[in-house]
T-cell receptor, first 116, second 117 residues
Framework: SAVISQKPSRDICQRGTSLTIQCQVD?????MFWYRQQPGQSLTLIAT?????????ESGFVIDKFPISRPNLTFSTLTVSNMSPEDSSIYLC?????????????FGPGTRLTVL | AQTVTQSQPEMSVQEAETVTLSCTYD???????LFWYKQPPSRQMILVIR????KQQNATENRFSVNFQKAAKSFSLKISDSQLGDAAMYFC??????????????WGLGTSLAVNP
């Protein structure tokens, strides 16, 4: 399995500001994913980030609000822009694996965001 | 479209006892993967167990095992000898194995498991 780290682990932000979340993997991976988990809910996929191409966003999520970068095969960032209290959530990145456990996603520890 | 249903929002078990969490899914595909993930209060999403649909044998990982009934589209998780550290939210998830299909994870709503000492 991959070892995934996220920064920051938590943050409290003012409405109208932006926060960039970093996701670092200890091995090269093709596909990285960004999820949002609102309080008491399941996970919702925001977008899929492939290196060298534009991220693919799910319905209801737009690039202006959640710009994503994927500069190389071990790193990605998600920015939450012009934040409102409704953006208060846990944000998780995950990666696809290859090898014997291919098609399995492993997750980072998450970033808990509170917007005041 | 595929769906995943977890009908038990909350469950509890006594320490050292066995508990079974249920999951059903709906799909027209024949080749797919099923997963159970655990999310403790630390919020880290941890893979518990993985099942490939074409394999008849039920997956097992130490105290965790599944009862995979493909025809019934059922995928329950059994936790034996429950420990306090098993207390968490458990999510069932589906993923297509067919190249070219939408292969994102489809999630259930989760089951919150409490372990009583």
């Amino acid at each position: 399995s991959a070892v995934i780290s996220q920064k920051p682990s938590r943050d409290i932000c003012q409405r109208g500001t932006s926060l960039t979340i970093q996701c670092q993997v200890d091995s090269q991976v093709t596909m990285m994913f960004w999820y949002r988990q609102q309080p008491g809910q399941s996970l919702t996929l925001i977008a899929t980030a492939n290196q060298g191409s534009e991220a693919t966003y799910e319905s209801g999520f737009v690039i202006d609000k959640f710009p994503i970068s994927r500069p190389n095969l071990t790193f990605s960032t998600l920015t939450v822009s012009n934040m409102s209290p409704e953006d208060s959530s846990i944000y998780l990145c995950s990666v696809d694996t290859t090898g014997a456990l291919g098609d399995t996603q492993y997750f980072g520890p998450g970033t808990r965001l509170t917007v005041l | 479209a595929q769906t995943v249903t977890q009908s038990q929002p909350e469950m509890s078990v006594q320490e050292a006892e066995t508990v079974t969490l249920s999951c059903t899914y709906d799909t027209s595909e024949s080749d797919y993967y099923l997963f159970w993930y655990k999310q403790p209060p630390s919020r880290q999403m941890i893979l518990v167990i993985r099942q490939e649909a074409y394999k008849q044998q039920n997956a097992t990982e130490n105290r965790f095992s599944v009862n995979f009934q493909k025809a019934a589209k059922s995928f329950s998780l059994k936790i034996s000898d429950s420990q306090l550290g098993d207390a968490a939210m458990y999510f069932c998830a589906y993923r297509s194995a067919i190249a070219g299909n939408n292969r994102k994870l489809i999630w259930g709503l989760g089951t919150s498991l409490a372990v009583n000492p």
